[in-house]
């Protein structure tokens, strides 16, 4: 872009800035938009090559239902669960009053805790609470046998609390900000009209948080529903859920059904979607209120 | 100066008022409940699996598990890779995502809702799910990129950095905000420079911190990462640290301590640099 | 409405170590409009939420309606504040935000809805019920959060600088309705303020507060004319200073540079004794026909519609003389020699700060 020229600017310039964002287009275009466009095309191909949504009516074969309830299901556990949780984390370390060097400390942490997923945090809970694992034995020598009695880390309840390790971080990241907008006037002008701090909670902060609050719990929803370097790395395909489902099916196909898996894929994105949109939306709302 | 007068208007105070002489005290029970568990939660693993690390050796508490892993044949390979790979994906996402950011804020606002939403992808698409589209839609002619090692580890890290874009163009984002980039284009343009010598002698210096951030997370992000790797069949640290896993005792727990160490520093360091600076 | 007596005695209030209001006394009558004036940072907004019940007093008593409150919590002191930001519930429309006191004392919804209607006419909005409080301008807002402090039928108003984020015009505007207001519903109020226009306007009486302390109490025209402090002085209205020195205190007379100068209102110190004399512009004229003259140099007029403010420099000092406009005016030229004067009883006289 030249610098002189001012009158005939109009016509160049237009060129000339198309060319500024072509590498981001062409980029994403290549490694973002088409895989997943392929994937869409093929989950509308029949096994000859015309046209077809059977594909998604096969989405209600037993396997795959299996497969999405059993992730729906873990996704929801550790929303709600990892939620509520970095909910109370968060409210701790900014109403609560507990310092600023302990809530810095908590954000830091995390973050980290945030991106720990995959092996290094599967490998973590084995050593924890494996069959051999550190609290195992002390659950041991106090005389209670957790294998025994039906726990185990490779099942659902067990990736639930390994989830955990990243879900409630991520909430406690998303909804400090949000606990920061909630005006300390607002809890002294209700105390002040003769509120007692549950009231406050009741009418005031609660309602003003819910969109915050509800929105972050999509987003952890997605987060886990997208999961599958941590599964994996735990249960190598134990557990059926969605993505070691598509995980296998890149592998082979495992579900004698190319274009199925390819609508298994699909489907995954749809929710995906559809809770980052609402995430989207619930945070525009509560912008408004908490800015 | 005032007028002593006495009212006695009858008051609708209630009369809950705690002993003379005792302020109310602030309850901190519940936070120090929830931070107690929390940290229980979060700091039993790390202490567990620094506990394994240490017992490589019977009955005794040594490194000989770290000794190990830094030993294994594929380690430092592995790392390596991953860390070759780390640097690239991190230069390829900053070289596409600066000046689109820049470009977005200066010239073309209108494509920004666009822009933006583009970066957004990566959360709406999973890595298995990014890697299976470009399984199937480079593994066939004429786009045949999966057909080598090297082109295969090509597509890893073009697919690493579309991963990063998230963060990287939240990251830039900001730090164009922060600079007030018109102004500072603005003054170098009347000044006579070329958008090139904008870029690299007014954008890039003032955007340092962003840049770093952006930089951290990703690296962060790459060095462990396991979808994508196992997928494309790359021997990147991530499919080595799961075969370890699966083969090895006690060095996996070497290798978490290690993975939560290299984590912990990359975004330690952002936390420190990313701090208000205090001569402002 | 009746107001309450409150009392305060002897509060204190320390934070780590600063002293933030020091030894705080005063009586205010049921009905009256008492203002907190000074800068910030002088312990006005922290000796107002002491009686609010936000902060606790380190020592001394509060005392509302002859019961002791100091300690009492701040949700039942039964008292309505109106905070600078307005406080409004973001997620409640203005008259929810207006029942809120007494949606939380369970009173029956026709006995609330009564009570909103009957505020929103008190403060000329009665169609904005239904809003959300994003939806109102700023001084529509300040209206609202008066109108919920109001509504529970409190003892006490307080209100925390309720204006300083508003438009001159609106703040204009509304603080003769918060006194139009304040005297149709005859409630005790304080008012914490560090414009001293304001202050001036709407109060019964002032305390003038610097640095935790009070300065000085009293109704808005003593304060003005009779300041009791250097500091009252010049933050209540502009002042001019003259250093001098004693001549002779007996008849309080002064030299200042060549001059010699008398006030009336005496002197507390001994001859040749450092002295500052102080006298407020709107009593300075231009011309010899009062007793008191000062000989100096137009350095500038400054034409302000009703005011003409003239600097004068002269051997004491630049000398600020604020004259009504008249159209027949002459007014002095830039680098005229003139002489500003006064009666000896406009002017007072402070030992000079040293």
Request: with cysteine.
């Amino acid at each position: 872009m030249t610098v002189g020229g001012a009158q005939k600017r109009p016509p160049r310039r237009r060129y000339g800035t198309w060319l500024g964002v072509l590498p981001f287009f062409v980029f994403s275009g290549l490694f973002l938009i088409a895989p997943t466009v392929i994937l869409g095309y093929r989950s509308l191909e029949s096994a000859d090559g015309s046209l077809t949504i059977d594909n998604y009516r096969h989405l209600t074969s037993d396997a795959v239902m299996r497969s999405y309830g059993l992730s729906i299901r873990l996704s929801l556990t550790t929303a709600l669960i990892g939620g509520i949780f970095g909910f109370l984390l968060a409210w701790a370390v900014s109403i609560g009053g507990l310092g600023r060097r302990l809530r810095s400390a908590l954000s830091t942490f995390s973050g980290v805790a945030s991106n720990f997923a995959g092996v290094p945090l599967a490998a973590a809970f084995i050593f924890t609470l494996g069959r051999i694992g550190f609290v195992t034995a002390a659950f041991e020598l106090i005389g209670v046998d957790l294998y025994g009695a039906g726990f185990s880390l490779y099942s659902f309840w067990g990736l639930t609390l390994v989830y955990l390790y990243f879900q409630i971080p991520l909430m406690v990241l998303v909804i400090l900000p949000a606990l920061d907008g909630l005006k300390k006037d607002w809890r002294e002008a209700a105390e002040n009209l003769g509120a007692t701090p549950r009231q406050y909670w009741r009418h005031v902060a609660l309602p003003v948080l819910l969109p915050s609050i509800l929105g972050t719990m999509i987003l952890l929803f997605g987060n886990a529903f997208g999961a599958h370097a941590t599964a994996y790395a735990l249960t190598g395909g134990l557990l059926p859920l969605a993505t070691l489902l598509i995980g296998q099916q890149i592998s082979g196909d495992v579900l004698n059904n190319p274009g199925l898996g390819y609508a298994v894929a699909m489907g995954m994105v749809l929710i995906m979607a559809a809770s980052i949109g609402v995430y989207s939306l619930l945070q525009r709302r509560s912008e408004k209120w908490l800015r | 100066m005032a007028a002593l007068t006495i009212s006695t208007t009858p008051s609708s105070v209630a009369t809950e008022t705690p002993a003379a002489g005792q302020p109310v005290k602030r309850n901190r029970f519940w936070a120090w409940l929830f931070i107690a568990l929390g940290a229980a939660y979060f700091l039993l693993p790390l202490v567990a699996t620094g506990y394994w690390s240490l017992r490589a050796e019977k009955d005794k508490l040594g490194f000989e598990a770290y000794r190990r892993l830094f030993d294994d044949s594929n380690f430092f390979p592995a790392f390596t890779q991953s860390l070759v790979n780390a640097v690239a994906a991190i230069a390829l996402s900053l070289a596409i995502i600066v000046p689109t950011a820049y470009w977005v804020t200066l010239r073309v606002p209108r494509l920004r809702p666009v822009v933006e939403f583009i970066t957004l992808l990566p959360f709406v698409i999973p890595p298995v799910i990014l890697v299976f589209g470009l399984i199937r839609l480079y593994s066939r002619p004429p786009l045949l990129l999966t057909s080598t090692y090297g082109k295969s580890r090509v597509v890893l890290i073009c697919a690493y950095a579309a991963l990063s874009f998230p963060y990287m163009y939240r990251s830039v984002d900001n730090g164009l905000r922060a600079m007030d980039v018109r102004s500072l284009t603005e003054a170098a343009q009347s000044l006579g420079a070329s958008w090139i010598t904008i870029l690299r002698r007014v954008i890039f210096p003032n955007l340092r911190v962003a840049l770093l951030s952006g930089a951290l997370l990703t690296f962060a992000i790459v060095i462990g990462e396991l979808t994508v790797a196992l997928f494309l069949a790359q021997r990147t640290f991530g499919p080595y640290m799961a075969e370890l896993t699966r083969s090895k005792v006690y060095e996996p727990s070497a290798m978490a301590i290690v993975a939560f160490a290299l984590t912990w520093s990359a975004l330690g360091m952002i936390a420190l640099i990313t701090r208000p600076r205090s001569r402002q | 409405m009746s107001g309450g007596f409150l009392s305060l005695e002897g509060v204190r209030k320390e934070f780590e170590g600063v002293v933030a209001v020091d030894t705080f006394n005063l009586d205010v009558d049921p009905g009256e409009f008492v203002s907190f004036l000074g800068p910030s940072g002088c312990g006005k907004t922290t000796t107002l939420r002491m009686v609010a019940g936000f902060e606790q007093p380190s020592s001394g008593t509060i005392r509302l309606a002859g019961q002791d409150v100091t300690y009492a919590k701040p949700n039942q002191r039964n008292i309505g504040m109106v905070f600078q930001s307005y406080a409004l519930f973001p997620n409640m429309t203005v008259a929810d935000n207006i029942g809120f006191g007494l949606t939380v004392r369970k009173e029956n919804s026709a006995a609330r809805e009564a009570r909103v209607t009957e505020l929103l006419d008190l403060i000329h909005l009665p169609d904005k019920g239904k809003a959300y409080p994003f939806e109102l301008s700023g001084g529509q807002q300040q209206r609202v959060a008066l109108a919920r402090a109001l509504a529970i039928r409190p003892q006490l108003l307080l209100l925390d600088e309720p204006l300083s984020a508003l438009d001159a015009k609106i703040r204009d505007e509304l603080r003769t309705e918060i006194r139009r207001i304040q005297r149709q519903l005859n409630i005790t109020t304080i008012y914490v303020t560090h414009d001293q226009e304001e202050a001036l306007a709407l109060s019964d009486r002032i305390v003038v507060m610097s640095k935790g302390r009070m300065e000085q109490v009293g109704p808005p025209f003593e304060v003005y004319n009779y300041p009791g402090t250097p500091f009252v002085a010049a933050f209540v209205g502009q002042i001019n200073y003259l250093q001098g020195q004693v001549m002779d205190p007996a008849s309080g007379t002064v030299t200042v540079g060549s001059a010699t100068l008398r006030t009336t209102s005496g002197i507390e110190a001994g001859p040749g004794q450092p002295v500052t004399l102080m006298v407020r512009p709107e009593e300075l004229e231009i011309g010899d026909h009062e007793e008191n003259q000062v000989k100096g140099i137009v350095e500038s007029v400054n034409f302000l519609g009703a005011i003409v403010r003239v600097r004068v420099d002269t051997e004491s000092g630049m000398v600020t003389a604020d004259l009504f406009n008249e159209r027949l005016l002459e007014l002095p030229k830039v680098g005229d020699t003139v002489t500003v004067c006064f009666p000896p009883h406009a002017c007072w006289a402070m030992p000079a700060a040293s």
